[in-house]
T-cell receptor, first 114, second 113 residues
Framework: DGGITQSPKYLFRKEGQNVTLSCEQN?????MYWYRQDPGQGLRLIYY???????QKGDIAEGYSVSREKKESFPLTVTSAQKNPTAFYLC?????????????FGSGTRLTVV | AQSVTQLDSHVSVSEGTPVLLRCNYS??????LFWYVQHPNKGLQLLLK??????LVKGINGFEAEFKKSETSFHLTKPSAHMSDAAEYFC???????????FGTGTRLKVLA
């Protein structure tokens, strides 16, 4: 079955550590996205990529980094510069960046700072 | 700039009664509108979408939504709630030609037995 796989499901980070969240899709989608979800705030866009080897900052990119070396993969690194990283992170993809295509979402990674 | 407002953060209904989740949008151009559902600790699943075709849109699991331009609304309805409908629902707006989806803050639906 085609879909998006996020791993790990739960992740714990110590203060000052960088951690990387994995996102892999086998849908042959060009566009991929990372969102952060906090209670009562909906989803906020961190980074997005419209095509391989290209990505742009979203609304809350500070303290995060991404890469898009392969079409299937769009990993997100939460750096030590992100002061409040505890949240639920969702990866999504769409056929192409554009408004008429719905997103397919992964099942999320819950990151907790310990 | 486009925006979306979900008017209720929590809605409770009894099983078998109708569901109404309200969404108002603001958009300078002809919008695309979506409803997504999220069960606890899961990703979001697309329920339905409006992309300037029929104003009454039917989705999965018996949900439907009506696009009303004069009221700038896109409310989600279901005739009869089921226990499995308990989840969080997000209304999303996006303008033609842009990449960005704007998510509402969500409505948590509780279904009482």
């Amino acid at each position: 079955d085609g879909g998006i796989t996020q791993s790990p499901k739960y992740l714990f980070r110590k203060e000052g550590q960088n951690v990387t969240l994995s996102c892999e899709q086998n849908l042959n989608h060009d566009a991929m996205y990372w969102y952060r979800q906090d209670p009562g705030q909906g989803l906020r866009l961190i980074y997005y990529s419209q095509i391989v080897n290209d990505f742009q900052k979203g609304d809350i990119a500070e303290g995060y980094s991404v890469s898009r070396e392969k079409k299937e993969s769009f990993p997100l690194t939460v750096t030590s510069a992100q002061k409040n990283p505890t949240a639920f992170y969702l990866c999504a993809s769409s056929i192409a960046s554009g408004t008429n295509y719905g997103y397919t979402f992964g099942s999320g990674t819950r990151l907790t700072v310990v | 700039a486009q925006s979306v407002t979900q008017l209720d953060s929590h809605v409770s209904v009894s099983e078998g009664t109708p569901v109404l989740l309200r969404c108002n949008y603001s958009s300078s151009y002809s919008p695309s509108l979506f409803w997504y559902v999220q069960h606890p600790n899961k990703g979001l699943q697309l329920l339905l979408k409006y992309t300037s075709a029929a104003t009454l849109v039917k989705g999965i699991n018996g949900f439907e939504a009506e696009f009303k331009k004069s009221e700038t609304s896109f409310h989600l309805t279901k005739p009869s709630a089921h226990m499995s409908d308990a989840a969080e629902y997000f209304c999303v707006v996006s303008d033609t030609g842009t990449y960005k989806y704007i998510f509402g803050t969500g409505t948590r639906l509780k279904v009482l037995a």
